[in-house]
């Protein structure tokens, strides 16, 4: 027991314990932005619909007190926003790119979700819920497994459960298959009777749901309290983490937790003081770093083949015009 | 059943009514906004317009705020013409503005003949310098530039903070005790500060001339010059541009550094014209680079329309930090610039397609 203490402060445990929180709600964005670039839309409002997600989140907690409403309230609130995006490029054939960075100025820290935080008084409360583990005792004080695995919150393995689900989907339904022909030959799923927009709308708006539930993981367990900005940036690594995944679900959460860990550094170092003499804002540059070496790596080796990619990604389809 | 179909030519008086429909749609949703969460709409807006562009005083506060918003406006139109979607305007103007400051504080006990165009030469230099990194790896290896760029906003954001808060740099005041304690920049001296023209009561200071002036250059540059013919038509066409033999690789890098210099350009302004320091927490909170894509949208990537988009937008954020408080809603610039680019893209639909409503169902006929 001693000596299971002491393995489980060491540094790397914790730091690994750190990557499965600080990936948690990388990994939920990160899902629904592959649902959405499946269907062949790119979704460049990631992070502001997980803002908003966050604040309605926890203002539905503050309410209601009852957190599967709160994440209800959150998922909602992402898929209402990645409706105007569905609208804008899949119905009004808007440019993708322009339409998400809209989408995330409109939603995003100076703009809707700071409106909400204001205008719904959620500043300065903490959560009401401390989502602790459920597991026993035992389990959770296991050496080396216990803090990283079992000394979680359900949203984790919520989360586990929900790749396990969208692979399966993918990979094993026939929606999923017909989500596949959507974002790779539009023209050819709309010949077999697939209706292309349907499935563009639908998939958007999971998207959507899941930003929106990836933000509210930061408010109502991580932090857990709303500020200006909460995300700093989670949105977009998000996005970068469907590149570095190859669009594959399982990927999703090898490079979920690989980003968690540089986004936890900066907090465990500087609460354990190590490295002191060492700038805090080198450690905190550290996620938005590897994501820019990870994407080089990435789209270097992928650029000889197009590995994954949707072949209609960021294309309107248009019947008469294909 | 509504039926959509391509416009062969558009009518020229949809170029006016499009994008003036679209505000007045914009304006309409705010409204609808506003109601919902308890704000008197008209009384906001009146607040608004009169706070932005009432009086002189307005107009002159609106300038300050306009300034930034030409060269990140210019910044993101000079290289989203080329679909190359550089969004780190943002850092790349914090660049400027640290290399401007240098300057500044280096060649501050000469003549401004010195010191003021050696700032906008930092400025230019350090801009430029950041947006060739994305640049350098979209050219070379294909690397999604828009991640990139938006990753070094918070990478530039974070060796700001280093610079003033967490170190002795060049950049940070440590000259009294009270200045230790509270880390700021250090001010920059007089003759690295830029001079305004005044016009009667007008003050027009030095960066937002040019701002006008770089937007010239680009138009030029952009519809006289064969560089701007082959940008427009790798923009357009990259195979096209391909097959023509035009050097993409060599057009991404140069699009990457101009539209990074405009950005840094904004930065050294910020410094020389405004805020004769290098202010960490204003220049961050501020969001220019963001606001300048917004700019490069609604203008279409026009640069005289940059301008006319830059001094309207300004208004709105002059007057939004000028009625911050109690009873003016925080963040309704932001939600009010969104909701006027979600509109006018919409509107886009409108100058491409026309939209015809049909009593029978056409799906049985063949496709024309």
């Known amino acids: ?322 | 059943m509504i039926r959509i179909e391509r416009r062969l030519e558009q009518p020229r008086w949809l170029a006016v009514a499009v994008p003036v429909g679209s505000l007045v749609a914009a304006f309409v949703v705010m409204t609808i906004v506003l109601l919902v969460t308890h704000h008197a709409p008209l009384h906001t807006f009146w607040r608004l317009i009169v706070t932005g562009f009432g009086s002189t005083f307005a107009l002159n506060s609106t300038f300050v705020a306009a300034t930034p918003l030409i060269f990140t406006g210019l910044c993101a139109s000079v290289a989203f013409r080329m679909n190359l979607f550089n969004i780190g305007g943002e850092g790349q103007l914090y660049m400027g503005a640290i290399l401007g400051a240098a300057a500044g504080i280096a060649l501050g006990n000469h003549s401004g003949w010195l010191s003021v165009p050696a700032m906008i030469a930092a400025g230019l230099v350090g801009g430029a310098a950041f947006a060739l990194i994305p640049g350098v790896l979209r050219a070379y290896l294909s690397t999604n530039e828009i991640i990139v760029s938006l990753m070094l906003n918070y990478v530039a954001a974070l060796v700001i903070d280093y610079l003033i808060f967490d170190s002795l740099s060049y950049w940070r005041d440590t000259s009294t005790p009270s200045a230790k304690v509270f880390p700021q920049g250090k001010v920059l001296p007089d003759a690295a500060t830029w001079p305004v023209l005044h016009v009667g009561g007008l003050e027009l200071p030095l960066g937002l001339l040019l701002g006008l002036a770089v937007a010239v250059l680009v138009w030029v540059l952009y519809s006289r010059t064969k560089f701007g013919f082959e940008v427009r038509v790798i923009g357009d066409s990259p195979r096209a541009a391909t097959y023509a033999g035009m050097r993409t690789r060599r057009k991404i890098l140069a699009v990457m550094a101009l539209s990074g210099a405009i950005a840094g350009l904004g930065g050294a302004s910020q410094d020389g014209d405004f805020r004769h320091t290098l202010d960490p927490r204003g220049l961050t909170a501020a969001g220019y680079g963001y606001a300048g894509i917004v700019i490069a949208a609604l203008a279409r990537y026009n640069p005289f329309a940059v301008c006319l988009v830059a001094f309207l937008l300004g208004g709105l954020q002059n007057a939004g930090y000028a009625l911050q408080g109690a009873d003016f809603p925080s963040g309704l610039v932001g939600v009010l610039q969104g909701l006027i680019l979600f509109c006018v893209l919409g509107g886009e639909l409108l100058m491409r397609y026309r939209i015809t409503l049909d009593r029978r169902s056409r799906s049985a006929e063949p496709a024309t």
């Not at chain 1, 001693?2 to 939920?28: C, F, K, M, Q, R």
């Not at chain 1, 929106?212 to 989670?234: E, K, M, R």
């Not at chain 1, 002191?276 to 990435?298: R, W």
């Open chain 1, 1 to 322: 027991m001693i000596l299971a203490a002491g393995i489980n402060d060491s540094i790397v445990v914790v730091v690994l314990a750190s990557a499965v929180v600080y990936g948690t709600p990388l990994l939920y964005a990160a899902l629904g932005e592959l649902l959405a670039e499946r269907s062949g839309v790119l979704n460049l409002g990631v992070e502001g619909m997980m803002l908003v997600g966050a604040v309605m989140g926890f203002w539905a907690d503050l309410k209601t007190g009852s957190p599967g409403v709160a994440f209800l309230v959150a998922a909602l609130s992402g898929a209402l926003l990645s409706l105007i995006h569905a609208f804008l490029v899949v119905t009004l054939r808007a440019n993708q790119i322009v339409s998400g960075l809209a989408l995330t100025i409109f939603a995003g820290a100076a703009g809707l979700s700071s409106y909400l935080a204001n205008d719904l008084n959620v500043a300065d409360h903490p959560a009401r819920h401390p989502f602790n583990s459920f597991l026993p005792h035992g389990w959770r004080t296991a050496p080396v497994v216990g803090p990283i695995l079992f000394d979680q919150s359900a949203i984790v393995y919520l989360s586990w459960i929900l790749v396990v689900a969208v692979a399966f989907y993918l990979g094993r339904t026939r929606p999923g298959l017909n989500l596949r022909a959507v974002g790779e030959a539009p023209a050819a799923a709309d010949a077999m009777g697939i209706n292309v927009a349907a499935y563009r709308y639908v998939h958007t708006l999971l998207g959507g749901a899941l930003a929106g539930l990836g933000g509210a993981v930061f408010t109502l367990w991580i932090t857990p309290q709303w500020q200006d900005g909460i995300t700093g940036g989670a949105g977009w690594i998000a996005i970068a983490l469907v590149i570095f995944a190859f669009w594959r679900p399982l990927l999703c959460i090898v490079g979920a937790y690989f980003f968690g860990a540089f986004s936890g550094i900066p907090f465990t170092f500087q609460a354990r003081g190590i490295l002191q003499g060492v700038p805090p804002e080198l450690f905190q540059s550290l996620p938005y770093v590897m994501t820019i070496v990870v994407l080089v790596v990435v789209s270097s080796a992928g650029a000889r083949r197009r590995i994954g990619a949707p072949a209609a990604l960021g294309r309107p389809y248009v019947r008469e015009e294909r």
